[in-house]
Antibody
Framework: EVQLVQSGAEVKKPGESLKISCKAS????????IGWVRQMPGKGPEWMGI????????RYSPSFEGHVTISADKSISTAYLQLSRLKASDTAIYYC??????????????WGQGTLVTVSS | DIQMTQSPSSLSTSGGDRVTITCRAS??????LNWYQQKPGRAPKLLIH???SLQSGVPSRFSGSGSGTEFTLTISSLQPEDVASYYC?????????FGQGTRLEIK
């Protein structure tokens, strides 16, 4: 069974940084794109970026570039999303999701269970 | 960025009804369009990919159609378990934008 399991909920203060993990199982991790999505409270999903673990090719949404870093450790089939200089507006659920072999015409399935990040002073 | 616009934003209809949700792209995205279902407190779940391909395990009452700039998601006979929010997403060009969502309720 293909599965993505994310790290647990986090509470952070403004200005701090955070790294969320997404451990993959049930497939060859390096061969599929893996993406990250933000969902703010009561809002729809927002696509943040995507990485191909095999060669670390990474693409970001302009809305998030410079504020987030996507990385991966192939040896443990785990992707990461790092958020820097956190603000209250970063409070959201963050999801990882598996893409396809190719970047074009891809789709995202399955998704991780989500990681709730709360930023509050 | 490609803008994705869904309509309606919310819908309340009776069980057994046929439901149609529309998604429009601000430019042609060929058939690079996916549909997701999200229930409260859960991650989104893929229903349809490439505009009309039903994801494995998804009930056949769900179907998708369209190409270019206009797409539809149809539920042929609404079931109680279909109460959820539905989102379209284009994967034609980065960033892979989502529609704003359609909240579906049963009367």
């Amino acid at each position: 069974e293909v599965q993505l399991v994310q790290s647990g909920a986090e509470v952070k203060k403004p200005g701090e940084s955070l790294k969320i993990s997404c451990k993959a199982s049930g497939y060859i991790f390096m061969n599929y794109w893996i993406g990250w999505v933000r969902q703010m409270p009561g809002k729809g999903p927002e696509w943040m970026g995507i990485m191909y673990p095999n060669d670390s090719d990474t693409r970001y949404s302009p809305s998030f570039e410079g504020h987030v870093t996507i990385s991966a450790d192939k040896s443990i089939s785990t992707a990461y999303l790092q958020l820097s200089r956190l603000k209250a507006s970063d409070t959201a659920i963050y999801y990882c999701a598996r893409g396809g072999w190719h970047l074009a015409d891809t789709w995202f399935d399955p998704w991780g269970q989500g990681t709730l990040v709360t930023v509050s002073s | 960025d490609i803008q994705m616009t869904q309509s309606p934003s919310s819908l309340s209809t009776s069980g057994g009804d046929r439901v149609t949700i529309t998604c429009r792209a601000s430019q042609s995205i060929r058939k690079y369009l996916n549909w997701y279902q999200q229930k409260p407190g859960r991650a989104p779940k893929l229903l349809i990919h490439a505009a009309s391909s039903l994801q494995s395990g998804v009930p056949s009452r769900f179907s998708g159609s369209g190409s270019g700039t206009e797409f539809t998601l149809t539920i042929s006979s609404l079931q109680p378990e279909d109460v959820a929010s539905y989102y379209c997403q284009q994967t034609y060009s980065i960033p892979f934008t989502f529609g704003q969502g359609t909240r579906l309720e049963i009367k």
